[in-house]
């Protein structure tokens, strides 16, 4: 029998894994840390998920070698930890398997994409991005979503008839530069949005750093050969409107925290869940002056998270740019 392979026990690998072990395919979920992995295993909760029972169909281990047996592989492990357990474990996963990404981000110093450290590091193969608005606590509750998959005609059909249901709808795509750099730069824009909120600008403020953040996230797409067409899609506009307006999006909380008074680097070390925007802003800055473009949105939350940059500070700066033509 067909088996995917999810590898990555946060909240949205499971989540993925969850659903699709209940529709009936044969699902194994791949932890790096062999305690927490014994735990979800026997207690068939995640404590990111609220309320939801893992499958007794989902097989959930820390065993590389249950790699040998898969003929799919999502990828759900945090972007700057992406590298090294590809590293680890390229030597288990047979060369034909494709690997599809569920992860958002770039990575710092490389300035790489997911699917493009996955290329480095586990050799030719098929290789795919899945993204789109998707908060694994609503996923995994049964609730409605779209993602987009974007690669090859031959493996985006594979990720459709494992993973397409009547509760997860998802389209294609062969644009997977633009669906990896909205996925992750949709996380910068959110940290600000959730500065916003933190500093109670309102809803006018707030809906125009989500206008301007697209227009960032297409400027950059633009620059790298991305469809544009794709930042209207899934993976662009619907993925920054759920990530900077749900009270669930880790991105989000941590841009209201700074706003309120927190530190970003205490914040960054305490938190349960994995920030992405934190990092990416850093990345996308850098891959923008490579290919010579502006992220100013981007730029004023790097400098709010590395540099200590006040909030009020960082907003003056934004607002007294220079007036210019709106750009699409």
Request: proline content about 5%.
């Given at each position: 029998m067909p088996l995917t392979a999810v590898v990555g026990t946060g909240a949205w690998g499971t989540a993925i894994a969850t659903l699709a072990a209940r529709d009936g395919?044969?699902?194994?979920?791949l932890g790096r840390d062999p305690q927490k992995t014994a735990g979800l295993a026997t207690s068939r909760h995640h404590p990111s998920l609220p309320g939801v029972v893992l499958p007794p169909g989902l097989t959930i281990t820390s065993d590389v070698g249950a790699l040998r047996a898969a003929d799919l592989v999502l990828w759900a492990v945090p972007t700057q930890s992406t590298r090294a357990l590809a590293r680890t474990l390229a030597p288990h996963l047979p060369a034909a398997v494709p690997v599809a990404s569920l992860s958002k981000g770039l990575e710092q110093g490389s300035l790489a994409r997911v699917s493009e450290i996955l290329a480095s590091e586990l050799g030719d193969r098929p290789l795919a991005a899945i993204s789109g608005p998707s908060m694994a606590e609503e996923c995994a509750a049964g609730r409605p979503f779209c993602l987009v998959a974007a690669g090859a005609e031959a493996l985006t059909a594979l990720l459709v008839k494992r993973l397409h249901s009547p509760r997860m709808r998802l389209y294609t795509s062969t644009d997977l530069t633009?669906?990896?750099?909205?996925g992750a730069l949709k996380n910068v824009i959110a940290i600000a949005a959730g500065i916003c909120d933190g500093l109670k600008l309102g809803d006018n403020t707030k809906a125009a750093i989500i206008t301007r953040g697209l227009a960032e996230i297409r400027r950059l797409g633009r620059a790298l050969g991305a469809n544009d067409a794709t930042f209207a899609g899934m993976a662009g506009i619907g993925d920054l409107l759920t990530s900077c307006y749900s009270p669930l999006g880790r991105n989000r909380g941590l841009g209201q925290a700074i706003a309120e008074g927190r530190d970003p680097q205490t914040l960054l070390d305490g938190r349960s869940g994995v920030a992405e925007g934190a990092w990416t802003c850093r990345a996308a800055i850098d891959l923008a002056a490579r290919v010579g473009c502006e992220l100013p949105i981007a730029s004023?939350?790097?400098?709010?998270?590395?540099a200590a940059t006040p909030v009020h500070t960082a907003m003056e700066k934004l607002l007294s740019r220079a007036?210019?033509?709106e750009d699409a």
């Open positions: 395919e044969s699902v194994t979920l633009g669906v990896e750099l909205g004023q939350v790097a400098n709010v998270i590395w007036p210019k033509e």
